[in-house]
């Protein structure tokens, strides 16, 4: 099973300014799927944006961009111009590609406090 | 609107008692997943299923069972063998296996159960 490693397990951002979080994975696979999910307080999982490991260029999804390094393995989020909205967990989580491949692995999460 | 319905939102079980969570999807997704969330942690996948009538075990299948008789109804029964199952429960669906296809999953908002 492929491993997950987010090792920032909280981070406090003042609102306005920017937060970037750190995801590392291992696998020997060539294409893959990478995701950052989010769960606010209320629990309820949202996908906040996904990669496809062979497409070269980051992902972006309004404030939300990644850094995918593919030779590092490595799969950071950043959130821009944070808002207290944004104030949730998130989970870094992998997929492969292979057409019967269905699990999701999932890091442990990353607690992000949004400051007023 | 399409989405993701869990019930109930909290539920007790008592000791040597099965209980069962229900999940229903109108997005007409074939693949279907539990997952388990302990707190402070990620998800674990309990069981998927990837079309109806057909089901395989995840991380975490002891002490739980699934059937899917339809495509949009994927109840997870939480039986008494599970001797530890104050958790959270996700459960998800998303698109069919297919080379090039990214299967997305996206999540109900969750049941909370508790023992009594």
């Known amino acids: 099973a492929q491993t997950v490693t987010q090792s920032q397990p909280e981070m406090s951002v003042q609102e306005a300014e920017t937060v970037t979080l750190s995801c590392t994975y291992d696998?020997?696979?060539?294409?893959?799927?990478l995701f950052w999910y989010k769960q606010p307080p209320s629990r309820q999982m949202i996908l906040v944006i996904r990669?496809?490991?062979?497409?070269?260029q980051n992902a972006t999804e309004n404030r939300f961009s990644v850094n995918f390094q593919k030779a590092a393995k490595s799969f950071s989020l950043k959130i821009s111009d944070s808002q207290l909205g944004d104030t949730a967990m998130y989970f870094c989580a992998f997929s492969s590609s292979g057409s019967n491949d269905y699990k999701l692995s999932f890091g442990a999460g990353t607690t992000v406090t949004v400051r007023a | 609107d399409g989405g993701i319905t869990q019930s109930p939102k909290y539920l007790f079980r008592k000791e040597g008692q099965n209980v069962t969570l229900s999940c229903e999807q109108n997005l007409n997704h074939d693949a279907m997943y539990w997952y388990r969330q302990d707190p402070g942690q990620g998800l674990r996948l309990i069981y998927y299923s990837q079309i109806v009538n057909d089901f395989q075990k995840g991380d975490i299948a002891e002490g739980y069972s699934v059937s899917r008789e339809k495509k949009e109804s994927f109840p997870l029964t939480v039986t008494s063998a599970q001797k530890n199952p104050t958790a959270f429960y996700l459960c998800a669906s998303s698109i069919g296996g297919g080379v090039g296809l990214v299967k997305t999953q996206y999540f109900g908002p969750g049941t909370r159960l508790l023992v009594l």
């Open positions: 696998t020997s696979e060539n294409n893959y799927y």
């Open positions: 990669q496809e490991a062979y497409k070269q």
